[in-house]
């Protein structure tokens, strides 16, 4: 008896669900060309050093969440649990002083050791664009806007897109010193798992799910209030920019994210189609992770989408797979070889071809045609080979007449006219 199985947190796609997987990832690829976003791909395992340097100790991800093993040369490593911190290592090492600005894209499995549920896993895929070199306001607002419109393109309703600025490095130091103060004095009445991160990630308390905390901080000093008025301008500015586009957001001051690099804008969009794993896309500008990890001053920003929970949402007009053009109907020792050759011709011709290879009665093969629902079919006997020849037979109850023709394997000229009227032209 195989007991072997997948392990928890992990799935496997099945054909059937690859269909809407890859209509998805089609768009997506075509919008990332469209707005000139190049592709990057990267180790998915990197040095453990990597993301506690990148993504910071004390985060649940770097914490409690990654998958960390020493392989057999006694190294720590570690896989991917996002992609951010691999990609501004690999632009440090191959010297991105030959291209200063560059908007990338990635998109792959990363892995999170969570407690699985629906729209969460251990093993997962994400989207990621990330912006580098980009200081400006309107990098900010072209990274939303963008993300936004993908979603949109998806036939995605119904999202909410949430900002807030988290100021540069210095006003979160003068609010932490104000915030732990507080901290210490409200301690007893927080949940737990907030006090816990009282040492580790005191920021992380702001977006608690517990509603007694949630409660208390109400009275707590406002990260906010700490922004210096440089950051302030320029998140006036971000809102001004994504008001006069009509994108419309809400802003959520309790917003911090759960990675440690990001500086002033951060985002997130959510649905509320998801239940309570509800964010699509999250993001924000990291203006010192480059350089904190060994590289020139950069400024950054970027976001990844959560493509488990970006098929969730997606339209149902997705589900559809490419129609066969072709099917090949084939039987005898002639007639076998004589069809492969006929297949790939017509592929030649960026048709859709199935071959039949079970050997089956012509009436079975008949029926599989029919199941499948192709636009039109192939017939070759011993006798057709021979004369080398095939009969193609319009076979679709939309298209009436359902013109059949004898052609020779040799006249180019016959097929392509009668692919031109029947099915290349449709
Ligand atoms: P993140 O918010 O940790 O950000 O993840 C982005 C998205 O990945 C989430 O909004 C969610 O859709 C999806 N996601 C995360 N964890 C899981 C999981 N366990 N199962 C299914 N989906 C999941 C980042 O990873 C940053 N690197 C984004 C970024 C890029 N910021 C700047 N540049």
């Not at 799935?11 to 075509?30: A, F, G, R, S, T």
């Not at 632009?91 to 792959?108: A, C, D, E, R, V």
């Not at 979160?172 to 409200?186: D, G, H, P, V």
């Amino acid at each position: 008896m195989n007991n072997l199985r997948n392990l928890r947190g992990t799935v496997d796609l099945l054909p059937d669900q690859l269909i809407k997987w890859q209509n998805v990832e089609k768009i997506l690829l075509e919008q990332l060309s469209r707005a000139s976003i190049k592709e990057i791909r990267t180790p998915i395992l990197e040095m453990t050093e990597l993301f506690i340097r990148g993504i910071g100790e004390g985060t649940d991800v770097v914490s409690k969440e990654m998958y960390t093993f020493f392989d057999r040369g006694e190294r720590s490593c570690t896989l991917r649990p996002e992609g951010t911190a691999s990609v501004a290592r690999a632009l440090i090492q191959n010297g991105m002083h030959t291209n200063p600005t560059q908007k990338l894209w990635y998109m792959g499995p990363m892995f999170r050791y969570e407690r699985p549920q629906a729209g969460r896993q251990r093993q997962f895929h994400q989207l990621g664009v990330e912006f580098i070199g980009y200081e400006s306001v309107r990098s900010d607002v072209e990274i939303i806007a963008f993300a936004w419109d993908i979603l949109g393109k998806l036939g995605i309703e119904e999202l909410n897109l949430e900002i807030n600025s988290l100021g540069d490095s210095n006003d979160r130091l003068n609010f932490q010193k104000s915030f732990l103060k507080w901290l210490e004095i409200n301690k007893d009445l927080l949940d737990l798992d907030s006090q816990n991160r009282i040492n580790k990630n005191p920021l992380r308390i702001l977006d608690t799910k517990n509603i007694q905390t949630k409660k208390i901080l109400e009275s707590a000093p406002k990260l906010f209030n700490f922004l210096s008025k440089k950051s302030l301008e320029r998140y006036s500015e971000l809102k001004n920019q994504l008001e006069s586009l009509k994108i419309p957001f809400k802003e959520n001051l309790n917003l911090v994210r759960g990675l440690d690099y990001y500086t002033h804008t951060a985002f997130e969009i959510t649905s509320g189609a998801l239940g309570s794993q509800s964010t699509v896309c999250g993001g924000g500008r990291y203006d010192n992770l480059i350089k904190q990890m060994g590289g020139k001053d950069t400024p950054a920003i970027g976001f990844a989408i959560g493509l488990e929970r970006l098929i969730l949402l997606a339209g149902k007009e997705l589900d559809n797979e490419r129609r066969t053009d072709v099917y090949i109907i084939n039987q005898g020792l002639l007639a076998e070889p004589f069809a492969i050759n006929l297949s790939r011709k017509l592929r030649d011709y960026d048709l859709l071809v199935e071959l039949d290879l079970s050997g089956a009665s012509f009436s079975k093969q008949f029926k599989k045609a029919n199941k499948v629902n192709s636009k039109s079919i192939v017939i070759i006997g011993d006798q057709e080979a021979a004369n080398k020849e095939f009969v193609i037979r319009l076979f679709d109850k939309e298209i009436s007449g359902n013109e059949e023709e004898v052609i020779s394997i040799e006249s180019d000229i016959k097929l392509e006219k009668w692919l031109n009227n029947n099915l290349l032209s449709k």
